[in-house]
T-cell receptor, first 113, second 112 residues
Framework: KQEVTQIPAALSVPEGENLVLNCSFTDSAIYNLQWFRQDPGKGLTSLLLIQSSQREQTSGRLNASLDKSSGRSTLYIAASQPGDSATYLCAVPNAGNNRKLIWGLGTSLAVNP | NAGVTQTPKFQVLKTGQSMTLQCAQDMNHEYMSWYRQDPGMGLRLIHYSVGAGITDQGEVPNGYNVSRSTTEDFPLRLLSAAPSQTSVYFC???????????FGSGTRLTVV
């Protein structure tokens, strides 16, 4: 059974710091992995989608990597800003039924001015 | 470019009442799904659809009904609301799961 874990659950950093958020999954037979951002009381915004054949994806100050063999993905945020404060979630399609996403509980990030 | 639109954004129901959460997408996506998000439990799949006329249950379907008469719309019906259905509900759509999912802004439902 696929399980997704995100560590740490919460992170507080000063503005300007480079930081790494972690996402681990137990079944390496994934189709892809998707990172989302959720602002308090808001919806889910897709940040990056990494296919199983890819090692990384970049969008602006965000870089996501994928290592299927170790069951890990990292989201790297460069030069963090207060506007990056949000909860970051990762999700993978279930191996047995790819219509279902398996979610981590997220990392709550606070970037302090 | 609207993406996935959910209405209403907020709703308070009394126990036993019924209601429909609306979800519409304008991207011609075949895959649509409903999730609920609860503190400490993450997002859980309620129902999903792989095309008009085709629906299936997710992991927490009890108390909810869905239908998919058009590609664009995927409403979620609460038959008889219970306090345990207090949650934030998200609708999502995808061209195929390999293309990733687009989510709506959510509906915050409180059942009293």
């Amino acid at each position: 059974k696929q399980e997704v874990t995100q560590i740490p659950a919460a992170l507080s950093v000063p503005e300007g710091e480079n930081l790494v958020l972690n996402c681990s999954f137990t079944d390496s037979a994934i189709y892809n992995l998707q990172w989302f951002r959720q602002d308090p009381g808001k919806g889910l915004t897709s940040l990056l989608l990494i296919q199983s054949s890819q090692r990384e994806q970049t969008s602006g100050r965000l870089n996501a990597s994928l290592d299927k063999s170790s069951g890990r993905s990292t989201l790297y945020i460069a030069a963090s800003q207060p506007g990056d404060s949000a909860t970051y979630l990762c999700a993978v399609p279930n191996a047995g039924n790819n219509r279902k996403l398996i979610w981590g509980l997220g990392t709550s990030l606070a970037v302090n001015p | 470019n609207a993406g996935v639109t959910q209405t209403p954004k907020f709703q308070v129901l009394k126990t036993g009442q019924s209601m429909t959460l609306q979800c519409a997408q304008d991207m011609n996506h075949e895959y649509m799904s409903w999730y609920r998000q609860d503190p400490g439990m993450g997002l859980r799949l309620i129902h999903y659809s792989v095309g008009a006329g085709i629906t299936d249950q997710g992991e927490v379907p009890n108390g909810y009904n869905v239908s998919r008469s058009t590609t664009e719309d995927f409403p979620l019906r609460l038959l008889s609301a219970a306090p345990s259905q207090t949650s934030v509900y998200f609708c999502a759509s995808s061209k195929t799961p390999n293309y990733g999912y687009t989510f709506g802004s959510g509906t915050r439902l409180t059942v009293v």
